[in-house]
T-cell receptor, first 113, second 112 residues
Framework: QKEVEQDPGPLSVPEGAIVSLNCTYS??????FMWYRQYSRKGPELLMY????GNKEDGRFTAQVDKSSKYISLFIRDSQPSDSATYLC?????????????FGTGTRLTIIP | DAGVTQSPTHLIKTRGQHVTLRCSPI?????VSWYQQVLGQGPQFIFQ???????GRGNFPDRFSARQFPNYSSELNVNALLLGDSALYLC???????????FGQGTRLTVV
């Protein structure tokens, strides 16, 4: 079993829809949670960074972490064609000087105009 | 402000050769990590360096090595290249006191 599970998709939604992306994990020591967006053949771009359980909102993006269920989500409101990309969840135990990130496989998202 | 810069962006090598990839972190960041991403998969952790010391190593063979210089830039070296080493190699930098990491555009390595 992988430490981090993420549905690879692909996921296609119409423009303007709310998108929900999710990851589950098995390592209870994870306490830092990130979402990255990766366009084809580019490096990952950090979208959201959260610590422990709770919600964080940034513009059209909302990240949720439920440590009791080992489940994290990213919501995208008013989705745009430019949101079409692969979305990667990443997690870390966050020990000082050793912040290894463990990634999901990524979900490929297409927003249909 | 300059982000994480990696060089070269692309290269093609022959099996058995050696390759060196380079990374310059964001100014002020003291930690550099290397990841390998094969097509259709998430990045896999290779190494982390903090203040020029190795702080973490992933499940990669000894053919992979790295170092960090006094200016916090870093090199990843891979010896005796195999076809399976073909991948996007990503460098990430962070302050070193938190997990928030920023990635470069990557180096796409093709081994033929």
């Amino acid at each position: 079993q992988k430490e981090v599970e993420q549905d690879p998709g692909p996921l296609s939604v119409p423009e303007g829809a709310i998108v929900s992306l999710n990851c589950t994990y098995s390592n209870s020591a994870f306490q830092y949670f990130m979402w990255y967006r990766q366009y084809s053949r580019k490096g990952p771009e950090l979208l959201m960074y959260t610590y422990s359980s709770g919600n964080k909102e940034d513009g059209r993006f909302t990240a949720q972490v439920d440590k009791s269920s080992k489940y994290i989500s990213l919501f995208i409101r008013d989705s745009q064609p430019s949101d079409s990309a692969t979305y990667l969840c990443a997690m870390s135990e966050g020990n000082f000087g050793n912040e290894k990130l463990t990634f999901g496989t990524g979900t490929r998202l297409t927003i249909i105009p | 402000d300059a982000g994480v810069t990696q060089s070269p962006t692309h290269l093609i090598k022959t099996r058995g050769q050696h390759v060196t990839l380079r990374c310059s972190p964001i100014s002020g960041h003291k930690s550099v990590s290397w990841y390998q991403q094969v097509l259709g998969q998430g990045p896999q952790f290779i190494f982390q360096y903090y203040e020029k010391e190795e702080r973490g190593r992933g499940n990669f063979p000894d053919r992979f090595s790295a170092r960090q210089f006094p200016n916090y830039s870093s090199e990843l070296n891979v010896n005796a290249l195999l076809l399976g080493d073909s991948a996007l190699y990503l460098c990430a930098s962070s302050w070193g006191d938190r997990a928030e990491a920023f990635f470069g555009q990557g180096t796409r390595l093709t081994v033929v």
